[in-house]
């Protein structure tokens, strides 16, 4: 079921074109810093060659950064699909609407996140 099946279209009444295209174009800038930064981590998440002439200290802290770059990673592979759902969801009519109470998530969060789901209400559990 996709999310469109839940919530009818028609989310423009709180939301004007302008700030709608506002979004878009800040959710386009944020899918392109992701992606560069992407690129980055995937180059530095790269196996550490046991080979390298690195002292052992120096490939132990290589080890941990490499760590600490995957984890960043995959938080950022998240964000990107989520950024790229939100597109979607513009282009379908449904953004900007709470998936849980079908409430209209304010702007100012929307310019904050621009990839909720919810409103903050629900998010916080709340509702
Ligand atoms: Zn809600």
């Known amino acids: 079921m996709t999310i469109a099946t ?3 279209a028609g989310y423009y009444e709180g939301m004007i074109e302008k700030e709608l295209q506002e979004i878009e174009k800040l959710i386009r800038e944020r ?4 992606e560069t930064s992407l ?3 995937k180059e ?11 002292g052992r200290l120096t490939r132990m ?8 770059n995957e984890y960043v990673l995959a938080g950022n592979k998240l964000t ?19 998936i849980r109470c079908g409430g209209e998530i304010p702007i100012g969060r929307l310019r904050l996140v621009p990839e ?12």
């Open 31 to 34: 899918i392109r810093e992701m």
């Open 116 to 127: 909720a789901l919810v409103c903050v209400p629900c998010s916080s559990g709340k509702k």
């Open 80 to 98: 990107l699909e989520k950024l790229n759902n939100a597109l979607d969801r513009i282009t379908k009519g449904i953004y900007g609407r709470c």
């Open 44 to 54: 530095e998440t790269k196996a550490i060659e046991p080979s390298v002439s690195l």
């Open 39 to 41: 690129a980055y981590l």
């Open 6 to 8: 839940i919530i009818p």
């Open 61 to 68: 802290e290589a080890i941990s950064e490499k760590g600490v």
